[in-house]
């Protein structure tokens, strides 16, 4: 396993630790952050709630999310998976590596449900998540 990202060392997971380690902040950089609010609204919203201080619900919180450790929100239970696995900062790269392959990055976490966003929102969602401070 990558000690950095938490990745285990099959070929998807590695693709995506290089992704991580070369960072695509230049295009995360021009996401646009409506278009996000309203793509989490549409994808998101019923897993978690993004407001200062608020519930989690299927999902933990994701106010501030980004710099934070990852598995820390308060009051959240995450799962042995992911308390194991998720040694990494939510940077706006480990974001957009989350929301596309949340069960390869870490297998058995309770977002392996979820089949990842549509690319086309990635950026927007990213903007949009990197406002909640």
Known sequence: MDVRTGFNGNAIGTALAATLALGTGAAQAAGDAA???AAFE???AICHTVEKGGDNRLGPNLFGIVGKKAGT???YTYTAAFKTRANWEW???AIGGWMMFPSTMIPGTAMGI???IA???RDDLIAYLATLK
Do not use: L, V
């Open 91 to 93: 940077t706006e790269d």
């Open 42 to 44: 549409r994808q998101c």
């Open 73 to 75: 929100a308060p009051g």
């Open 114 to 116: 979820f089949q990842g």
């Open 119 to 121: 690319e086309r929102d």
């Open 35 to 37: 278009k996000g609010k």
